[in-house]
Each structure stands twice: as structure tokens, then as C-alpha cells.
């Protein structure tokens, strides 16, 4: 098996390769001055099984176009498989019409990659567990919720598990059942489509001294840091937030930094550059699920 990284996470591609005990395979990927990439694999691939690591953030549409050309590139050069690492799926929040007019945005991706020639796809905490219905390709749909669960029992305190949304409900049960049932509140959130703001309308659930938030991504802050407000509101001192993909858009960092939240615990499926790092944040990294997942 070779392993390629793209440029979007290529610290994680390193681990995974460690992990696994081998050295990123090279590729040339050079940028022309008016942003075009050509890619070039510099090395014999011919009837190899070969891993491309590409989350697609921050900016998708490069990330994406990065990995169709590397996934040409070794198809061409004769690789007999092809699994696209992708921890962070861009466009899986526009997995269905929500109004009238809209594109169904990752049902164009997941043809996209079948016919680029992937064979398996390889994801995190995606934000439906429909997702891999809308692949006609394997989608091995993995979750951070099991590096969590550590992560709670070593803080040991007695705490209740929130999801900052209705959509959450499942992912915080598994998380509460990882947890031998430990106690979850859901906060009845609303969205905007047009403005994208949200709205906190009240708790479902009893909430203690303590709290958890549980949410599949941190993109502008705005869920996270209005779910801690209204747990503040109902007396809650300490919040600690586990998200799995750290997005990070426009003024997150500094959101979350100047909020009054404990700790942000997120995984490594995202690259985090240095700028966007903050010293409540935590990194937790997927790496080993990752090569595991490869070794079957
Ligand atoms: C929404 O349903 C998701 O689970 C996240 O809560 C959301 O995408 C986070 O976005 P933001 O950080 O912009 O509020």
C-alpha cells in the first residue's frame, strides 16, 4: 500500500504513514502563477493499492480539484485501488433540497469522486448517518465519539452531555451509552438558512454543575459559543466542548477563545495552522483510527 497526502492536512498524512510504518509516497504538485495545479506521482504505483489523504477544508473546492487530479494521476499510472482519506467531507451539510432551487451539493462530490476513480472513501463524524446512502462508492463512515469518551472519563467529573441541536440527539446517545449512561440535555436550536444565524430556544434535559457540548464541527463558533451562553443562563460553571472537525471559519478562534468556555477539545481531521490555534484549544488526533481502518 502507498500513501499520498494532498496539501490540505499533510501532518496528518504523516502520522497515518508512521503509524503504518512507511514513508509518504512523493508527488509533485506544482501551482502555476494563475492557480491551476499539475500533478505528477514520482513514483511506480503500478498494481499497488494506493491512500490519498485530502480533508477538504479550509477552502473545498481546491481541496477537492487537488484530489480528483491526484486520483487521475494515479489511475493513470496504473494504481489498482484507490482510497480517498477525506476526515473532513466538505458540502455533507448540503445533502438534500432544504428549499426550492437548491443544488444537492454532495450528491455532484460523491459522483464527482466515483467517477474520478476512487473506490472507497474513508470519513469522520459526518453530519448525517444517511450520508453513505447518497456514495455509490463504500464510505467507511468513522467517528472521533470513542477518543472522546477517554477524554470525558479522564477529566472525571460529574457532568451532563449537551448537544448544542436537535440533529445531534444520536451521536450524544452513543456518546452517553460509551459513557455508562452518563446524564444528556438537548438545546432546542434554530437555524436561519438565509442568514445562517442561529437562535437558542431552551434545554431539553437537566443540566449540572458541569457540561459537555458534543457537535460534529465548530465552523464560525456561533452554535457553540450561543449553547454555552444559555447553559450559563441556567447556571452551568464549567463547559468543555468536543467537536470533531475544527472548520474554523471567519472569527471562530477568537470566539471561542474570549468566550468563557473551559476547554475545546477537536480532532486533527482538519489541519489547524498556528494563527488559529488558542491556548484553551486541545488537538486530539484520528490518526490511529485511520491506520487501523487501512490495515483491514
Ligand atoms: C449544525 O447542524 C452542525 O452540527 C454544527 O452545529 C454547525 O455546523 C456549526 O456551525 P457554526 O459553528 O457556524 O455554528
Redesign the pocket.
Known sequence: MKIFSGTSNRPLAQKIAEKLGQDLSPLEIYVFPDGEKRIRVLERVTDEDCVVVQPTSPEPDKSYMELFFIVDALRRSGASKIKAVIPYLGYQ?QDHVFREGEAVSLEVIATLLKWGGVDEVISFDL?SIKIPEIFKIKLNHLSALPIFAQEIKKMGKATVLIS??S??IRRIKLLSRMLGNMPFAVIKKD?NLAT?K?AMDGIEGKVKENAVII??????????VGASDLLKKKGVKEIFVFATHA?F?DQ?PSILSNSSLKKVFVTDTINIPKEKRFPKLQILSVSQMIAEQLKM
Open positions: 451539510r453530519h448544542p441541536d440533529g445531534g437555524r445562517g442561529v457537535d460534529d464541527m465548530i465552523s464560525t463558533g456561533g452554535t457553540i472548520v471559519s471562530a
